[in-house]
């Protein structure tokens, strides 16, 4: 009788324990979509530009099924900022339906990167595709001008997303309508 008291009581704790651990690593694991779509380590934007940005990623992420994020490091600690920003990207992609894109900026290194999954590859694709969007953030970037930088990295982003959905195609540059090329050819014609 008592050996079978002593098992049982043996089988309820080591039961116990198994719940306490459960309860442990569910607390620990982070919850999906629990990466935030803004970190500014760097500090580069003030409280209200980062409300802003926040707010504005937040409502593209949903609108597209992706999450669209901006990310600035302080340091790369060696790293290359492709690889920083592939690794940030890995945590947010499986998170959203139609993937992840990621600017990473680190100033202290002077280095940049656009991380994108393969599930938004397929939406914003390498190439020319890549080429506009870097294109749109890239002048105040360099100006140092961070929070006008991520407002044109989110707005192109949302403009190529916003394509994809309505043509079912990527959005290529070269057949974009441009309001200048055609002031010019009016001009020509007259």
């Known amino acids: 009788m008592t050996k079978q008291i002593h098992r049982i009581s043996v089988a309820l704790l080591l039961f116990l324990m198994a719940i306490c651990a459960l309860q442990i ?5 982070p919850a999906a979509g629990s990466a935030p779509l803004l970190s500014d380590e ?10 802003s940005l926040n ?8 609108a597209h099924g992706a999450r669209i994020a901006v ?4 340091d790369l600690h060696g790293k290359s900022a492709a690889l920083a920003a592939n690794e940030i990207n890995d945590r947010l992609a499986p998170t959203a339906e139609n993937g992840a894109i990621v600017l990473l900026i680190a100033p202290k290194d002077r280095d940049w990167h656009i991380s994108s999954s ?8 390498d190439g020319r595709c890549m080429d506009a969007l870097t294109e749109a953030f890239l002048p105040a970037l360099r100006e140092n001008r961070y929070a006008d930088a991520f407002a044109s990295y989110a707005k192109t982003t ?3 997303l ?3 959905e ?3 195609a990527p959005y290529d540059p070269r057949t974009a309508f441009n309001a200048t090329a055609l002031g010019i050819a009016a001009l020509l014609a007259v």
Do not use: F, P, Q, V
């Not at 690593?25 to 694991?29: E, G, I, R």
């Not at 707010?55 to 949903?62: D, F, H, R, Y």
């Not at 393969?118 to 694709?125: G, Q």
């Open 166 to 168: 309505k043509e079912g």
């Open 25 to 29: 690593s569910a607390n620990a694991a």
């Open 71 to 74: 990310y600035t490091l302080k």
């Open 118 to 125: 393969s599930k938004m590859r397929t939406r914003i694709t």
């Open 162 to 164: 916003t394509h994809y």
């Open 158 to 160: 949302d403009m190529m």
């Open 42 to 51: 760097a500090g580069l934007l003030s409280a209200t530009e980062a409300a």
């Open 55 to 62: 707010t504005t990623l937040e409502e593209l992420s949903a």
